[in-house]
């Protein structure tokens, strides 16, 4: 059975720090490029940082310099750590993966966590 199971999410005061994680069981974690999204109240869910097929990372204009996307194969995990946080990041956060084996399969996502940033 697929799940990931996402912790880390919380309460924290602007110019504060934390890690989310994305725990990743039923799958081989190789097969997939991570990635974190996020959807802040009465908006659209968007792309914040992930792992592009060769490995490599990108990240959305407003989190650059701030949030960094990590992943440790041997535990199946990917992190978001995210420092300087500011009231705008506040949102639910969501692990995603794709698979990127030749065909068509469904992207995977996670539970959320919820990141609140107060000003």
């Known amino acids: 059975q697929v799940q990931f199971v996402e912790s880390g999410g919380g309460l924290v005061q602007a110019g504060g720090s934390l890690r989310l994680s994305c725990a990743a069981s039923?799958?081989?974690?190789?097969?997939?490029?991570f990635g974190w999204h996020r959807q802040a109240p009465g908006k659209q869910r968007e792309w914040v940082a992930g792992?592009?097929?060769?490995?490599?990372?990108n990240y959305e204009d407003s989190v650059k310099g701030r949030f960094t996307i990590s992943r440790d194969n041997a535990k199946n995990t990917v992190y978001l750590q995210m420092n300087n946080l500011k009231p705008e990041d506040t949102a639910v956060y969501y692990c995603?993966?794709?698979?990127?084996?030749?065909?068509?399969?469904?992207?995977?996502w996670g539970q959320g966590t919820q990141v609140t940033v107060s000003s």
């Open positions: 039923g799958i081989t974690f190789s097969f997939y490029a």
């Open positions: 995603h993966a794709i698979d990127l084996r030749p065909g068509k399969r469904p992207d995977i």
């Open positions: 792992f592009d097929s060769g490995g490599y990372t």
